[in-house]
Each structure stands twice: as C-alpha cells, then as structure tokens.
C-alpha cells in the first residue's frame, strides 16, 4: 500500500473514532440520560456508526476535499 493510501486510511479510521465515539456519546446522553446502562448502550451504538461511519468517511472525504477547493477556488 502506497504511504499516501495508507495515510487516509489511518486518517479515517482515527477520525471516524474521534468524531463518532463524540456523537454517539451526546446522542445516547440525550436520548436516555446517564442512566445505569449509558455505557453499554453507548458501545453498542459506537460499534455500529463505526462500521458505518468509517467507510463513509473514507470514500466521502475525497469527494468532499474535492468540492471544498472548487467551491474556494483552490486546489484539492
């Protein structure tokens, strides 16, 4: 695997970690307060953005690095 290939899966496997295990706190929190199963409830809905999310962002980052530098009129 070439090291820019791999960088941007690095990148999207950290990132969908940061950015979901965040949602998915605040969203469960939300949903059903820190009540005594928050944890266990939070995991499971971690485990499946994270199978979701990743892939999204790892084929969705392109496309949107892509629109972001024609909508500022620099390149991607």
Do not use: C, E
């Amino acid at each position: 695997m070439n090291p820019q290939k791999k960088f941007h899966l690095v990148f999207s496997l950290l990132m969908g970690a940061m950015m979901i295990s965040l949602m998915t706190f605040v969203i469960t929190a939300v949903n059903i307060g820190f009540t005594p199963d928050f944890l266990g409830r939070w995991g499971k809905a971690f485990l499946v953005a994270y199978v979701v999310g990743v892939p999204v962002i790892f084929f969705l980052a392109p496309v949107a690095r892509k629109l972001t530098g024609r909508m500022l009129g620099t390149p991607a």
